[in-house]
T-cell receptor, first 110, second 115 residues
């Protein structure tokens, strides 16, 4: 069964702190892995996409890594800001579909 | 280039009525995906369509739910005889190609409330 797990479920940090969100998946036969951001009552915004042959991707203060063999990905956020407060979703693509984790709710306090 | 469009954004139905949710993919995209997000749960895949074809409907409930993506016009997710458990956010995504090289772009979602 293809399952995606995210840890922690919620995280509250002071502004300026560096933080790491974790994602693990049970089936390593992935096409790619994506990290999304979802604001309350809103849609999804794609942050980073890592193809199965890649090990990491970077965009601004965000860095995502992928270790297919161990079934893990991390999203690193540097110098967090209150505007980073949102739910972060990890999604693994298997063929025709994305399998999502339950998300990490991040709150950055000013 | 407009993003993925979904309408309506909010839909209220009484038990037993029909709900029709529309999704217009991004320009040039011929692959459409529907996902459902139940309250306090993650997003779950429902169905994957290309123009005039259902490719993968492994996540669709067996009864009352159907989807189409006609040659012309938006993709439609249809829920017949809605029940309270159908209350959820329904998201549509589109991509230009299927597979590893292209991300799925998500619409803002339709929030269905069944009274």
């Amino acid at each position: 069964k293809q399952e995606v797990t995210q840890i922690p479920a919620a995280l509250s940090v002071p502004e300026g702190e560096n933080l790491v969100l974790n994602c693990s998946f049970t089936d390593s036969a992935i096409y790619n892995l994506q990290w999304f951001r979802q604001d309350p009552g809103k849609g999804l915004t794609s942050l980073l996409l890592i193809q199965s042959s890649q090990r990491e991707q970077t965009s601004g203060r965000l860095n995502a890594s992928l270790d297919k063999s161990s079934g893990r990905s991390t999203l690193y956020i540097a110098a967090s800001q209150p505007g980073d407060s949102a739910t972060y979703l990890c999604a693994v693509e298997y063929g025709n579909k994305l399998v999502f984790g339950a998300g990490t709710i991040l709150r950055v306090k000013s | 280039n407009a993003g993925v469009m979904q309408n309506p954004r909010h839909l209220v139905r009484r038990r037993g009525q029909e709900a029709r949710l529309r999704c217009s993919p991004m320009k040039g995209h011929s692959h459409v995906y529907w996902y459902r997000q139940l309250p306090e749960e993650g997003l779950k895949f429902m169905v994957y369509l290309q123009k005039e074809n259902i490719i993968d409907e492994s996540g669709m409930p067996k009864e009352r739910f159907s989807a189409e993506f006609p040659k012309e016009g938006p993709s439609i997710l249809r829920i017949q005889q809605v029940v309270r458990g159908d209350s959820a956010a329904y998201f549509c995504a589109s991509s230009a190609v299927q597979g590893a090289t292209d991300t799925q772009y998500f619409g803002p979602g339709t929030r269905l409330t069944v009274l």
